[in-house]
């Protein structure tokens, strides 16, 4: 009998550790939506093997979608988790300067010349480029939020204003087109792999974070400056500094997440081009259960609840949602998310709980 009533209190107890996790509520939430396709349409788990225009072996169906389009977000949720936790806010302007990465890479490999016959530089000198102006816009967000005490909403709103009309300026309002095949791999797939290329380089940049916060200090000086911003400056931090260091980093997610999209389709339109991907980005931080306000988080509950968010636009697409609505439907989660995710609520729950713990003892 003691044994029983052991193992059921074990059994308890390992249930509530497995919900309180960070990663339950994104993990729920894509096993939900696998179980949803798997009962409308088992159709949406198919793989299938084919070739492309060129030739080479390519795997496709609804999964390698998700995978290949949510790689990109992923990247992109990296920076936003940091940036979030260290500032209390989220950076906006990340579609815009998207843009502005993708335009400084094709202007780099056309040269003057919108449709060069050959590339004017190596496709990894575009990218550095790239990389270093992508971070010294994250340093400018990073400046007006760290030094100018602006809310990061509000001081990222400069860059989503101006962002597209910069890269269009870059490019003198020209569309470049690059007809290199190489430059096309990046976004699409290496011949003889039939695996998007994205997908590796977004495992290759969880790697690298994941090593950075565990051989760094960066997970324990952005939580410390994001819980208390005064109390991590009496113990020898520099708030500041590392707060335009998260945006930094995100600007490097940036320029990654700009290869990506620009190779995709060898161009780029300034418009259109990672269109309200920052909502997504900020979205997916907040389905891993990070605090908005900033403080404590936890970076793979981030990119899992990016593939979520892949998911749920690639489901909905499949059931003929027109691209106008969904924000409408992305708006019912972020509702949810924050009702869930509200203190009164939480501690409605924990009173529930804790009165039908103590009626068990009772009894």
Known sequence: MANNENAKTSSASSLKNLVRNQCFIPVAALLLLAVFNLIADPAFFRITL????????????????IINNGSELAILAIGMTLVTAASGGQDISVGAAIAIAGSVILRVLCGGNARPETLQAPIIVAFLVACVVAMLFGAFNGVLVAYFKIQPMIATLILYTAGRSIAAWINNNELPVISDPKFAYFGGFIPGIPIPTPCFIAIAC????????????????????????????????????IKVMTFVILGLCVAVAGLIKVSRVSSINYSVIAKDIEMDAILAVALGGNALSGGKFNMAASIIGAFVIQCLTTTLYKFGVSSTALPAYKAVVVILLVVVSAPTVREYFDKITKKMKLSKEVA
């Open 206 to 241: 969880m790697i690298v974070i994941g090593i950075v916060l565990k051989v760094t200090n960066l997970r324990l000086y952005t939580q410390a400056v994001g819980i208390n911003q005064s109390s991590s400056k009496l113990n020898g931090l520099n708030p500041e500094l």
């Open 50 to 65: 084919g070739y492309n225009s060129a030739g080479n072996p390519v795997l496709s169906g609804f999964i390698i979608d």
